[in-house]
């Protein structure tokens, strides 16, 4: 399930139409989506909440309580900037798999956003996963060339010390939202399993995707 807005703008996002102009796309009724799952209930275990960014919907955590209800497992994917919405989360045990996109290094965030980033609060969101007991995290950085290399492995390395898993992923040019960012060439594959190489000194696991 994809929800519409993000309080991001990030020039290299996948989702451009649900981050700029969610209204264009048709809602999906809660009834409809209920109906349809129980005619697939033998099929599906789980889902995943994606967006756009999930955690700025205020209707989430009621969301996600229906879906457990019906015993489904939830994987929520998200930036991380709205702690309060992820410590909620985590006391009413409604959520099995937490995926966080850690973008960059904390000080150049304000290059993913038309406003300032409130920084401390992914700081907040990332202690609050590793503390989290009964869940799986991974934490996950798209690797672009200009955005990411050895010296924000090592400041990201530096936030998500001790966590459980990061992984870092190939970057896709030809689906970002800016087209200026369409034209970046990604990182060989030789060079980004250099840079999962240099992350596993902070981390109890790296992986590789997209390779």
Not at 168 to 180: R, T, W
Request: aromatic residues 8%; hydrophobic residues 40%.
């Amino acid at each position: 399930m994809f929800t519409g807005g993000c309080n991001l703008t990030c020039p290299f996002c996948h989702n451009a139409g649900l981050v700029l102009d969610p209204d264009a796309y048709p809602s999906y009724p809660l009834d409809e989506l209920l109906a349809d799952l129980k005619k697939r209930q033998g099929f599906i275990d789980g889902i995943v909440i994606s967006g756009g960014e999930p955690t700025i919907d205020p209707g989430l955590p009621a969301f996600i309580s229906t879906l457990k209800a019906r015993g489904l497992q939830v994987k929520l994917d998200t930036n991380g900037l709205a702690p309060a919405v992820i410590e909620e989360l985590l006391r009413e045990q409604l959520v099995d798999y937490y995926a966080v996109d850690i973008k960059t290094s904390l000080n150049r965030y304000g290059e993913l956003h038309t406003a300032p980033v409130n920084v401390n609060a992914l700081g907040r969101t990332v202690e609050l996963l590793k503390q989290a007991e009964k869940i799986e995290v991974e934490f996950r950085t798209t690797c672009i060339p200009h955005l990411v290399a050895e010296k924000e492995i090592d400041e990201i390395g530096g936030l998500l010390k001790d966590a459980p898993l990061w992984v870092l992923q190939q970057y896709v040019p030809e689906h970002a939202m800016i087209a200026d960012w369409q034209e970046y060439t990604a990182y060989e594959p030789e060079r980004l399993r250099a840079l999962a190489v240099k992350a596993e000194a902070y981390v109890d696991q790296v992986q590789v995707r997209g390779i």
